[in-house]
């Protein structure tokens, strides 16, 4: 039996489209939280997140020979689960309020809680009103920790432009959380 666990995402796609359908479980493993997260934050709502993650790890899977191995398998689905969620977005064609579920430090006292707590829902709050082209790079870039590269792949924008989003996103951030 093979290890997949300390196979590449290269290697393992490999195995997928020649050997082992069931590979593709793995896959799915390493990625489904991170897209989840991802895509919830984009567009508001956890269910539809989920949907949209769902929808993207299929289409990966009935696109998989499409693949290039020689890339980073990460970029390409986060490309594929971003379009999932604009395409729902799309869809809606409504403001999408954003519920955020905040972890509490329970060793923490009660004051530091709450302050925590506000910090938290103020920042989402500001992050709500951005347009969804400046929230996406941000979020990839703070939540999910991608480089603009990778930014630059998943999104299919300049590198530069990866960067000016990002340094528009935070001014204008400033500028929505400074009004409230």
């Not at 969804?132 to 990778?150: C, D, N, R, T, V």
Request: hydrophobic content about 35%; proline content about 2%.
């Amino acid at each position: 039996m093979i290890d997949l666990t300390t196979m590449s995402d290269s290697d393992i796609i490999k195995i997928v489209r020649t050997k082992d359908k069931e590979a593709y479980a793995e896959i799915i493993k390493r990625y489904q939280e991170k897209l989840m997260r991802y895509a919830s934050y984009i567009l508001g709502n956890e269910q539809m997140g989920a949907d949209a993650v769902q929808e993207g790890f299929l289409n990966a899977y009935i696109n998989l020979n499409r693949f290039d191995t020689e890339k980073k398998f990460s970029s390409w689905i986060y490309r594929i689960v971003h379009n999932e969620a604009i395409n729902m977005l799309s869809k809606q064609k409504k403001h999408i309020s954003m519920n955020y579920e905040i972890e509490k430090d329970s060793g923490l006292d009660i004051e530091d809680d709450f302050i925590k707590n506000e910090i938290t829902n103020r920042t989402y709050h500001c992050l709500d009103q951005m347009p969804i082209m400046y929230k996406g790079p941000l979020s990839l870039f703070y939540l999910e920790e991608k480089s603009y590269e990778e930014i630059s792949d998943i999104l299919r924008i300049p590198v530069g432009t990866v960067g000016t989003r990002i340094n528009r996103a935070k001014g204008l951030m400033k500028k929505i959380c400074q009004k409230h």
